[in-house]
């Protein structure tokens, strides 16, 4: 008997996304932070790790970001768990579309298991406006337990996690149970 | 029998609306301090479908609205995952500024005081001009894209049998609440 329950993908969110992290959920000043614009990723080829809780498994058919008003450069998003596995990642995907979701088919979808992972993120450039994301705080990005590795595009298969000193950006980016759509 | 209970919605709740958990991205908007605020309605005809997702079954009985400013004609209705229409009031006139209730329980199209089962469903609404305003959450159409909000350009108020979406291209959540109180 499983701990977690099996419940009807149906009854799922479409999406599960970086707003689902405690780093979103509880952090009432990360949250009142600009709530989403175009910006500019921190470090070129740095990656990102956010804590992330699915309370249900969850069939992961594709992933997707959000790309700011120029989109350009490369974007990589993937799955770890929280030994720094990787589980899955897009691999580096050329951004297309200003100011839009961009979504990358998981070639062989599979069901993500009820727990804790890290959903990861890095971009190749630090051009302006290349990606939309959650203007916050180093403080605030530490203290909820998000993470960083530099020189990590394509994401890597095994994570080195590192204190993001620099991290003031958090990309909007997640998974999703649709095939099409949005 | 799993050891856990499912997610968030543990408590089946007499209403849920368009910023209640039920709905994460509205929920989510509330949480981020993004106030609520008046927005006419973005174009003749177009109706928007917002995602809720229900943990437990629920019967409808009444739909709720805030309008600010009144004009024209409206419809709101209840959608399957797959836009398949099971409950829409009609065609309706926009009332007076405050509490607008639409009674589903009797003289709609599609099944009265339907039983929702668990399950992902689209509340919808159609607004036949852009003088009336409601009370919406203002937030950004690209998070309205992460699996909230979707939008069609019916071409009439009266909401279709079968939904076509799209994504939706202003940034204005509805604010609907949708009850299975008998008396609102």
Known sequence: MSDFPNVKAETLPFHWSIFNSPGWENNHALQTATFGSTGTWTTANTAVYVPISLPWNYPVKRMFWINGSAAGGNTDVGIYTLGGARIYSTTSTAESGNSTTQYVDVATPFVLSAGSYYFAYTHSATTTNHVWAITTTVPFMEANGILAQASALPLPATATFAVGTTLTVLPVFGITRTTTGF | ?184
């Open chain 2, 1 to 184: 029998m799993a050891d856990f209970p499912g997610n968030a919605y543990l408590v089946p709740a007499p209403a849920f609306s368009t910023v209640s958990p039920q709905c994460p991205i509205g929920n989510i908007s509330l949480k981020a301090s993004v106030t609520s605020t008046t927005v006419a309605w973005p174009a003749s005809n177009r109706a928007i479908y917002t995602a809720v997702h229900l943990e437990s079954p629920f019967r409808v009985r009444k739909l709720l609205i805030n309008v600010i400013a009144q004009s024209g004609n409206l419809d709101l209705g209840i959608y399957d995952e797959w836009g398949r229409r099971i409950v829409s009031k009609g065609s309706t006139a926009v009332a007076a500024a405050g509490n607008q209730i639409i009674d589903l329980t009797a003289s709609v199209t599609g099944t009265a005081s339907p039983v929702l089962n668990p399950g992902t469903y689209w509340v919808a609404m159609c607004v036949d001009n852009t003088t009336a305003s409601f009370k919406t959450m203002a937030t950004v159409f690209q998070i309205l894209q992460l699996g909230c909000c979707q939008q069609q350009a019916v071409g009439a108020v009266t909401l279709p049998s079968t939904a076509t979406f799209a994504n939706p291209a202003t940034a204005a959540l509805p604010y609907i609440l949708v009850s299975g109180n008998t008396v609102t």
